[in-house]
């Protein structure tokens, strides 16, 4: 089996990578080859058993999704995305990659023509969703996004539901909740501080938190959303039918409960390195976002979180990021 | 007040295009210029008061949304698109014209970026919606579009909202009901035989019923129709807010009552000209349409319909297209 990978240098990418070559195989079908795309080089994982190929570039360019698909994979990982902010503050930028990009893969595929269909895992986002809400948002709630990654990802949706219905891929959409807590440096996100305010302090650091401790918000670790991706790869679509966008399952929590889950997993100390800076621009963009769901459909497909509870998620953080211990 | 109408030489576009003419001011302002747009010569307007042109061409092609925006209308209905029947069968020009056309001109719109900021009313279809469905479809039910056609209005949609939101356009999505009776000749739309079953027989023709009776649909008048493009040119969008697209009113009614209505309004003898004549490529297509609308957002923001019943329906076919006598 060959895997695609788009967006493999982003964080999920990378973990659903070590994942993939860790497992040797998806599902059933064991991995002869793995392509790893993105506009950065990704690092080429060291000591891998089977063929790995790392390919930098812009996606969405003519010709480049040609290219990409010329190997013919069989299952394609599309993680690729200018993030929220960002593509927010870059009207074209945003429209050309996360519309553009993914419509010319699509259709690179469509324009094969000899029968090749492959498994297409599309990640979206419950950007999807505009408030105002109800207070646990069900799997049949219209989305009338509020920001243009919204917009773009819903797009992006029907794309793949009428082109999974053509036959031309056989596609599956997954909107992860918020990933927390997100390693590494901050992204452009506007959802950054949820992560921010738990991995700073874990790790010795200030943290700016830009939101009232009311904000409530829908969360899952990284762990998880690798958990989902090999799901979506591996399953059986034609239980999914043609309704082939899926809110995923996760946690609700306010920031005043993730800060008391931190007290308890790490103590006050800790917690007592998150500093109150409120920014008007996050909160303008954190106050149209969805704070609960019911994800009911997808949970009776199969996909499960890692984690039962906030607590959970700090300490998935120190074992699978801090080797197991934090600054105190 | 300069209007611009993109499918002006189709049956609602034509009819839009003469009450405007014939009210000579769109809302509060007095219309100075008509402009008539198609991809068919529209047919000029005789003795009009005001400047009218009619321009023949692809709205798609690279450089025709500039052309036309240049004049800088005040208002902007856009009707034109390849109906579902044809988006269906051919993909390529189904996605041109109802995705691309649509986006060149939002984006010649948005790059003009002196504050030009055009009303722009856009027609959906409630084949945004694909079964199953609740008995009757609220304004918050999402969309699952089963056909091409459908996928590309609900993409209309989302970016219609965006590009709002955003600032460029004052823009307003209306999903019209079937429209019932069509005047003139059957197009390409799948959904034709709802009108061809009873305009047909008023004219004292044959016509062929491709579904059973108990096929249960939504419709409204032409007449209608125009008023909800005039109320959604002139009404205060501050109102509607960033969800800017809405389910019209309408009639609902299976295809018995629409039988039952014509012996009513016209009698047995008229009613005895429908034939039935299964086809199911015209039923994979009507099964996954919608049944009834709450459509309450739409009315309570002051859309209102011309009919009060499937009779009324009939009668002012008789009334607008027949001048008052029907073929008994």
């Given at each position: 089996?060959?895997?695609l990978?788009l ?28 392509t790893?795309h ?17 390919v930098?570039g812009?996606f969405?360019?003519?010709?480049a999704a040609e290219t990409l698909i010329a190997g013919?994979p069989?299952?394609i ?27 010319m893969l699509?259709?690179a595929i ?219």
């Open positions: 089996m060959h895997i990978v967006g493999a240098a982003g964080m999920v990418g990378r973990k659903l990578c070590d994942r993939l070559l860790r497992d040797g195989r998806l599902g059933q079908a064991e991995i002869s080859r793995l790893m993105d506009v950065v080089a990704p690092k080429k994982p060291e000591k891998a058993a089977i063929l790995v190929e790392t930098e812009d969405a360019v003519a010709g013919r069989d299952v990982f599309h993680l690729a995305a200018i993030v929220s902010g960002e593509a927010e503050l870059d009207f074209d930028k945003g429209y050309r990659i996360n519309l553009d990009g993914t419509r699509l259709d469509r324009k094969v023509g000899d029968g090749y269909r492959p498994r297409f895992v599309f990640t979206s986002s419950i950007a999807v969703f505009g408030a105002p809400f109800p207070e646990a948002i069900g799997d049949e709630f219209f989305n009338t996004p509020l920001l243009s990654y919204g917009t773009q990802k819903a797009i992006d949706e029907l794309l793949l539901a009428d082109y999974s219905r053509r036959g031309f891929i056989d596609g599956i959409g997954i909107r992860l909740p918020t990933i927390c807590i997100r390693p590494g440096l901050p992204n452009k996100a506007a959802s950054g501080f949820f992560s921010n305010i738990l991995r700073e302090p874990l790790a010795g650091k200030e943290a700016i938190l830009p939101a009232p401790e009311t904000v409530r918000h829908w969360h899952a670790t990284p762990r998880s959303a690798v958990g989902f991706l090999v799901h979506a790869g591996t399953m059986d679509l034609v239980a999914v039918g043609p309704r082939r966008n899926l809110t995923m399952p996760g946690l609700s929590a306010t920031v005043g409960e993730q800060i008391a889950a931190l007290k308890r997993v790490a103590g006050e100390k800790v917690a007592a390195r998150i500093k109150h800076e409120p920014d008007p621009f996050i909160m303008s963009i954190v106050d149209g976002w969805p704070r609960n769901f019911e994800a009911r459909r997808a949970r009776a497909l199969g996909f499960t979180t890692a984690e039962k509870s906030f607590d959970d998620i700090i300490r998935i953080h120190i074992e699978d990021e801090l080797n197991g211990a934090f600054v105190n």
